[in-house]
């Protein structure tokens, strides 16, 4: 074990020791790369911590995890649902005992607040409850049948080893909403976290271990996405991918399952809209915009980036929001008082100033914010102001294009039809809010809105573990996440016809 490279700040959450290193977990045997590669996990908040070594894993340590899925995938699937949940339920209980120190981790490494990190502990262990519970309520249909004597029925089967790759945004969550469907249902798992976030996840197989999942059941490696991320979606005994990331790579990943008609599961990219209607309460619609824009720095797939007004309340509305912007506290996430911490890394810093370029050149008028902090506390760290920009045509590229940062776009609109337009025409379809107190526009905007995910009166982000998740269009393609669904993923339905008769029969069934 060792310190960070540079001293932690005295105040705030006591921060967990890093690891010198980070190791792969193959067949239940935690082991360093044979690659002698790697790269630094450093703290967003202060890019001089650097908070142990990711390694950097080569195509034939893919291959020996793989090959660890499949020598105990007959063992697990042929373990009884309820006795899997046992273990997801031990798992759950380990993930909330250590819910402090995970978000500490969290918070730490991937630069969410502690709270907001906490939020997201708590998620993950919501789902895995619920997933435990399927255990005992995995079930198929029971048919009648044109024929006497015979009995039609569906049963759903795991798959086999399957890949789950995650994004480093919710690090524990997304691993989680989709290992403790696919454990449940009796898969066994490679597990290819993102490298900006590698100690969380580490916490997550530790745990699974201490609940005393076999070996070879889950199997995580890190490394690159050129290098581990392709060579799993490759494999051959592969029989699932379970992605979720940027739309670049999602496409990527679901061309190359394509060519051998692989099953893949993919949740992308979003541009989620909050419409703010004329007989709205504003404060509630206001709270939640910046909630929805500047909660976790704006590194959210549900976060709202595009407030769509109707004109006439516009001017009250950004005067509220501006205010909302004003309080937040940016800083070191684990600092007391922080309500916003930085970008998570220099790639998605740049991109996040290179979008404030942008709206200056599409020449919108800048609300509040619009630039880097760098002064004192802040001067290590990647951390952008809260950014509001008013004037926004649904046209123009910052209400187009995924920006993964604190920066929102107040559109104005004449009325709902053209809210609806707007709301709509993006690429993404995600999640979206409505603020109203009509019911019959409320009921309107459900039917054509344009997103897997629809709020009334409650911001864009947030969802709860026994609901679905999953987006619309260019967000997502593949069965929901979360919810009981979420099992459809992760099995194959076979359809059992049993004749019952005992005799030779004729049919002309077809
Ligand atoms: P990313 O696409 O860069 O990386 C995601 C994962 O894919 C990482 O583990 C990465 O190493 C891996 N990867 C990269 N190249 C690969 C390849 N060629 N083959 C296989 N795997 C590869 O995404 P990110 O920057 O980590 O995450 C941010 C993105 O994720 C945003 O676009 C965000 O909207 C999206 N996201 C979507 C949801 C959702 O549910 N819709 C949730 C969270 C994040």
């Given at each position: 074990m060792s310190t960070p490279t540079a001293p932690a700040p005295a105040t705030g959450r006591p921060r967990p020791t890093p690891p010198a290193r980070y190791r792969n977990y193959v067949g239940g045997k935690w082991a360093d790369s044979a690659s002698g590669k790697s790269v630094p996990n450093v703290s967003p908040a202060d890019q001089r911590v650097i908070l142990g070594q990711v390694p950097l894993s080569t195509p034939q340590e893919v291959d020996a995890a793989v090959a660890a899925a499949v020598q105990a995938f007959p063992g697990w699937r042929d373990t009884p649902a309820p006795v899997r949940a046992r273990i997801l339920y031990k798992w759950n209980a380990l993930i909330e005992k250590h819910a402090d120190e995970i978000a500490a981790i969290l918070a730490w490494e991937e630069g969410k607040t502690f709270g907001e990190a906490r939020g997201e502990v708590m998620k993950a262990a919501n789902v895995i409850e619920f997933m435990a519970g399927e255990g005992r309520r995995i079930g198929g249909a029971t048919l009648p049948s044109e024929m006497p004597k015979t009995f039609v029925y569906t049963v759903k089967q795991p798959l086999g080893p399957v890949a789950i790759i995650t994004p480093w945004n919710f690090p524990i969550a997304i691993p989680c909403w989709k290992m403790a469907p696919a454990l449940i249902a009796g898969n066994t798992i490679v597990f290819k976290p993102a490298t900006l976030t590698p100690w969380t996840a580490q916490r997550v197989v530790e745990l699974l271990e201490e609940a005393g999942l076999p070996p070879g059941v889950v199997n995580l490696i890190y490394g690159s996405g050129a290098a581990v991320g392709d060579q799993l979606v490759k494999h051959r005994s592969i029989r699932a991918v379970s992605f979720t990331g940027s739309n670049e790579v999602g496409t990527h990943v679901y061309t190359e399952g394509a060519k051998r008609l692989l099953k893949v599961q993919c949740e992308l990219g979003g541009k989620n809209p909050l419409v703010v209607l004329e007989d709205a309460d504003l404060e509630l619609a206001a709270v939640a915009t910046a909630q929805g824009a500047f909660g976790s720095t704006g590194q959210r797939c549900t976060a709202t980036s595009r407030a769509i007004v109707i004109d006439s309340i516009a001017d009250k509305f950004v005067e509220m929001l501006a205010a909302l912007a004003k309080k937040v506290v940016v800083g070191d996430?684990?600092?007391?008082?922080?309500?916003m911490g930085p970008s998570v890394d220099p790639g998605q810093f740049k991109t996040v100033m290179e979008y404030l370029g942008v709206a200056k050149g599409e020449g919108v008028k800048l609300v509040t914010g619009g630039k880097r902090l760098e002064d004192g506390a802040h001067a290590n760290g990647l951390f952008v102001e809260p950014t509001i920009y008013d004037g926004v045509n649904g046209s123009m590229r910052i209400a187009k294009e995924e920006i993964f940062g604190p920066v929102l776009s107040v559109i104005r609109v004449k009325d709902f039809d053209e809210a609806v337009h707007v709301a709509n025409d993006v690429e993404f379809g995600l999640s979206s809010s409505l603020y109203t107190n009509d019911v019959n526009r409320m009921y309107r905007f459900v039917d054509l809105i344009e997103t897997g995910i629809v709020h009334v009166n409650s911001p864009t982000v947030g969802g709860e573990a026994q609901a679905p998740f999953g987006g619309m269009k260019g967000t997502g393609v593949g069965t929901r996440e979360q919810g009981a669904v979420a099992v459809d993923f992760f099995t194959e339905l076979k359809t059992v016809y049993a004749d019952y008769t005992g005799t030779k029969r004729t049919t002309n069934i077809y």
């Open positions: 996430p684990l600092a007391d008082g922080v309500t």
